[in-house]
């Protein structure tokens, strides 16, 4: 079955950390540019992260920049979107999909929570 699952995310304070994982089956993550995007309640869904599939080229919004690093685990499928110095701004339902840009993306994931208490 081809499929993105997205974990790691869960309720943090102002400040803090989270990991989340975007784990592929039925297909190789490294064959795609795989992008992390996020959708705030009420809010147009925004590009965070990016890592393209040849030299791991990676791209970030100026509101993530410097906070949040994209990364691949080829041996386990996995992409990883480690997240530090949340804040409440962050609060969003985070998906990763098969594109670096949404409207070209074939497969998203069913998402995962942040949520950034202040």
């Known amino acids: 079955q081809v499929q993105l699952v997205e974990s790691g995310g869960g309720l943090v304070q102002l400040g803090g950390s989270l990991r989340l994982s975007c784990a592929a089956s039925?297909?190789?993550?490294?064959?795609?540019?795989i992008g992390w995007f996020r959708q705030a309640p009420g809010k147009e869904r925004e590009g965070v992260s990016c890592?393209?599939?040849?030299?791991?080229?990676?791209y970030y919004a100026d509101s993530v920049k410097g906070r949040f690093t994209i990364s691949r685990d080829s041996h386990k499928n996995t992409v990883y979107l480690q997240m530090n110095s949340l804040k409440p701004e962050d609060t969003a339902d985070y998906y990763c999909?098969?594109?670096?840009?949404?409207?070209?993306?074939?497969?998203w994931g069913q998402g995962t929570q942040v949520t950034v208490s202040s």
């Open positions: 999909a098969t594109d670096c840009r949404d409207i070209r993306a074939w497969l």
């Open positions: 890592i393209s599939r040849t030299d791991s080229i990676t």
């Open positions: 039925g297909f190789i993550l490294d064959d795609h540019d």
